[in-house]
């Protein structure tokens, strides 16, 4: 069996409140204002497309929020994101490997981030067989390619696959291809799928 995990939300923990808290306090603009202005847009699916490089997705988020900051403050809210690895997840991710599975991560994310999480959580990168990203692949969830990529890329059949992922968009474009799917809606999902 293959087993496909998403990255936030999954196997680590994340919180935009805690981005757009380090942008407030940089910028000085009230964080009440910056959470009614911030979406997750455009500019945030072409890089985590990889189709536009950090400094200029950093410009484009900053314009939208109507906030001045230095592509280094940016990026140090942009960091903030990253509460803490689901140590549980972790270890069924092991024990699943022990007993002969392939476990890989699917996700949609971005340079910055991946500059970050792999030396703050060595542990992710390796308990996994693969990291599967958006910004590498060029293409994001929920867009059916990539999650036929990834079964290519495995040799597995959809059904033969089960993929885990917190937002229910993704879940969806999952099911077009096949695979089964566990909707993780909080923290108590997946050990819950393998007591």
């Known amino acids: ?37 911030f979406v997750l847009g455009e500019a945030f699916e072409q890089h985590e497309r990889g ?29 903030a994101i990253f509460v803490g690895v689901r140590d549980e997840v972790i270890e069924i991710i092991r024990d699943l490997r022990k007993k002969g599975h392939r476990v890989v991560i699917l996700s949609n994310t971005n340079r910055l981030h991946c500059q970050y999480w792999p030396s703050q959580y060595p542990e992710i990168q390796q308990a996994v067989d693969k990291l599967y990203l958006s910004q590498d692949l060029g293409m994001r969830k929920p867009d059916p390619a990539i999650y036929r990529y990834v079964l290519e890329q495995e040799g597995v059949d959809a059904p033969k696959a089960i993929f885990f992922d917190d937002n229910a968009d993704n879940i969806e474009g999952a099911k077009t291809v096949g695979l089964q799917t566990v909707h993780v809606t909080d923290s108590s999902v997946i050990p819950a799928f393998f007591a």
Do not use: H
């Open 1 to 37: 069996m293959l087993y496909i995990f998403d990255l936030g939300n999954v196997v680590i923990n994340i919180d935009f409140g805690r981005v757009l808290g380090v942008w407030s306090k940089l910028s000085g603009v009230p964080l009440a204002t910056l959470k009614k202005k």
């Open 51 to 79: 189709d536009i490089t950090d400094e200029v997705f950093a410009a484009k988020i900053c314009g939208e929020l109507g906030i001045a900051l230095s592509f280094e403050q940016f990026t140090a809210g942009w960091q």
